[in-house]
């Protein structure tokens, strides 16, 4: 068992929560059970894990540790204590693993993206992902200025959607590079509160992209050039905006109606 904290695996788990590091080593960090069964369910591997005498308290918290010994990945016995000052959260379950950061393929013909431009909050970007992965949305592309999406708040806000979901975190040049390679070329919508159709108008059928500006400072100039036309959500009541989460949540899901009924 592991007790102390200057442990080569603890120390490891500590320099997670470096951006740079994680870029690094191409790894993050889950914490909790609903993660670690989400990345196992979806056939990922984890490249090691740590595990307190809390995980055996449930059963289903035994039955993942089974799960783990089958991966390849069997929990290292650390101390509660360790754990829980390694750990993002001040209620953890007993289980951290380390994770290589998922690079899942996109599609040959994406016909619904979305760019989230600039977020800058982990739990905004995190519940955007995972109203995109609720909706089906093909990728998501992430701009320059937006939270790194293998931040530890980010991953448990997304609750699952980096397995699921393809990502790409990109230069303007880089996302520039992507959709020229799209074939048919989707239309980019901009998202604010003067656009020009109401969300619901706009043929969501049609190869789309779905732009979604920062919290404070809304789209950015390089957003707003590359945009082929703007949307707006109807608010009859007295609220200025919706949060980014929100409003991609909104317009995501008209997306999937009209795309059903289709």
Do not use: C
Request: aromatic residues 4%; without cysteine; hydrophobic residues 45%.
């Amino acid at each position: 068992m592991i007790t102390s904290d200057s442990n080569p695996k603890l120390r490891y788990v500590q320099h997670l929560s470096r951006r740079a590091f994680r870029q690094r080593e191409g790894r993050m960090l889950l914490e909790g059970l609903r993660l670690v069964e989400a990345a196992l369910d979806a056939g990922h591997r984890p490249a090691f894990s740590l595990a307190s005498d809390l995980l055996d308290a449930s059963a289903r918290g035994a039955a993942l540790r089974s799960r783990l010994i089958e991966a390849g990945a069997p929990p290292i016995p650390v101390a509660d204590a360790l754990l829980r000052q390694v750990g993002d959260t001040q209620h953890g379950q007993g289980l951290l693993a380390v994770l290589p950061i998922p690079e899942l393929p996109l599609p040959d013909r994406p016909s619904l993206l979305l760019l989230l431009d600039g977020l800058r909050d982990p739990g905004n970007l995190g519940t955007a992902l995972r109203s995109a992965d609720a909706a089906g949305v093909d990728a998501v592309l992430l701009s320059p200025g937006t939270v790194d999406w293998s931040n530890a708040k980010v991953v448990r806000a997304a609750m699952g959607a980096h397995f699921h979901v393809p990502v790409r975190q990109l230069s303007w040049a880089g996302i520039d590079s992507l959709l020229a390679e799209l074939e048919p070329r989707p239309s980019l919508w901009l998202a604010e509160a003067g656009g020009r159709l109401a969300h619901s108008e706009v043929d969501w059928r049609a190869p789309s992209l779905l732009v979604i500006g920062g919290e404070a400072a809304g789209p950015s100039a390089e957003a707003r050039a590359r945009a082929t036309d703007s949307l707006r959500i109807r608010m009859p009541g007295r609220a200025e905006s919706l949060n980014a989460a929100g409003a991609a949540a909104v317009i995501l899901f008209e997306a999937l109606r009209q795309r059903a009924e289709a």
